[in-house]
């Protein structure tokens, strides 16, 4: 079974979402994704200044496997990017949820609120259980 930390919220693209501050979310790909790609060997990020929309695709993963898409969870705009997770991006497979993290993103309205509308842990598990 996956790890899945109940503190944090989720996509049904399976990335996970956590609140920094009121207007900064910080984003990454799940244990369950992580384990899913299997090896990942290549990860491309998307860059401070760039504007993501929820939904569309902002980088990619790719494993031994196969290449994978990153959505975005939000809309916003990428205020950080985890530049050791292009050096390392093994760490995206050792420790998804900390040093294996994507981008922070400065949205537009409540960061909390954002994330509301999110998947909660137990609405992850559900379609990730099936």
């Not at 975005?72 to 420790?95: F, H, I, K, Q, Y």
């Amino acid at each position: 079974m996956s790890n899945i930390p109940t503190d944090l919220k989720y996509t049904a693209e399976h990335e996970w979402v956590r609140v920094i501050d009121d207007s900064t979310i910080r984003f990454g790909i799940t244990d369950y994704a992580q384990d899913a790609l299997g090896d990942i060997v290549f990860v491309s990020l998307p860059s401070v200044g760039d504007n993501l929309v929820a939904g569309a695709t902002c980088g990619e993963v790719e494993s031994t496997k196969s290449v994978s898409d990153v959505y975005a969870p939000v809309s916003g705009e990428v205020v950080a990017r985890n530049d050791g997770a292009e050096t390392a991006p093994d760490s995206l497979n050792s420790d998804p949820y900390g040093n294996g993290w994507i981008a922070d993103v400065r949205v537009s309205g409540s960061a909390t609120e954002i994330a509301e509308g999110l998947l909660d842990a137990a609405g992850y598990q559900a379609i990730t259980s099936g």
